[in-house]
């Protein structure tokens, strides 16, 4: 079974928990440790649940160095992109410590990596201004009786494709981007840079464009796959809760879909979603686009 809570989303910080079985992954570590305490606290768990932290980018809001340094202090493994590696090896003395110690793992562009015998991911570029930047499909082992979940994670992304939507189809759970309304981004005191920056292809994805994404998954999916639709990433300035619920909620009524919809805060960590196994048969995944990784934490 998966169990899914997002720790906290948006510009001010980023981190969510996803437990198979006994293994805890973290993904991203935009937060200090006390904040991801405290946030693991209010769900009912702790560090010590905390088995990987999986990068998804290196800008500044989805690592924080006091975090990567209590990583090194709990011997923690850190699994990011290369270049990821790269360029926290210039900036990041706790990154460092981390290597040094030999806790860095790496992935690769679309190879599967075995995180632990409950967890198998797959990385996806997408297209945003800190290169590169990955989604992540996620998927359990087949149980005795054919069985698995699988879960999508898109939090930084300026466009989407339909190769992008041939990715995550049938995923039980879907986290995505709903960053801004467009006409509260232009009619925004932000500067005519930043609008442009979060408007652009390499900046992250309207209400708009996100319903629209869901709109295509949903589309080639099978009814009734997905669960769950969790709402990433909202802009404090521009953007409201209620306007990213109106554009998902119209989607799915417009396609007969029934999934819960659930809007992740900056302030506070979402309830646990659950999603227990389904038949393999009714989930397509993906083609391997090249050899899997073999290594495993735990």
């Not at 270049?83 to 599967?112: M, N, P």
């Not at 295509?216 to 709402?231: A, D, E, F, K, Y």
């Not at 909202?234 to 909620?249: E, F, G, H, I, Y």
């Not at 979402?270 to 686009?289: D, F, G, K, Y």
């Amino acid at each position: 079974m998966l169990r899914f809570s997002v720790l906290a989303s948006g510009s001010a910080g980023n981190a969510a928990l996803l437990q198979a079985g006994e293994f805890g992954l973290l993904i991203d570590a935009g937060l200090g440790p006390r904040q991801i305490a405290a946030r693991l606290a209010s769900i009912g768990s702790t560090w010590e649940s905390v088995h990987l932290v999986l990068l998804t980018h290196t800008h500044g809001d989805h690592w924080r160095e006091r975090t990567l340094a209590h990583m090194a202090r709990r011997q923690i493994p850190l699994c990011c992109h290369p270049r990821h590696a790269d360029t926290l090896a210039t900036v990041s003395d706790a990154f460092l410590k981390l290597q040094k110690a030999g806790l860095i793992r790496t992935f690769e562009r679309d190879a599967e990596v075995r995180l632990h015998h409950s967890l198998q991911c797959k990385p996806v570029e997408v297209s945003h201004d800190s290169t590169p930047t990955f989604a992540f499909r996620f998927w359990g082992p087949e149980d005795l009786f054919g069985e698995t979940w699988s879960l999508g994670f898109l939090s930084d992304l300026g466009c989407w494709s339909p190769a992008l939507v041939d990715a995550f189809r049938n995923v039980g759970i879907l986290a995505l981007e709903f960053n801004h309304d467009e006409a509260m981004e232009r009619q925004s005191l932000r500067s005519a840079e930043l609008i442009e920056r979060v408007l652009g292809d390499f900046g992250h994805l309207s209400n708009d464009q996100a319903a629209a994404f869901l709109s295509s998954l949903l589309r080639t999916s099978t009814p009734g796959i997905l669960q769950h639709l969790v709402q990433l990433h909202l802009s404090r300035d521009c953007n409201k809760p209620a306007l990213a619920l109106r554009a998902a909620a119209r989607v799915c009524a417009e396609l007969a879909a029934a999934p819960k919809i659930h809007t992740a805060s900056q302030d506070v960590a979402s309830p646990i979603l659950t999603l227990e196994p389904l038949s393999a048969s009714r989930i397509n995944e993906v083609p391997q686009l090249v050899p899997a990784i073999e290594w495993s934490v735990g």
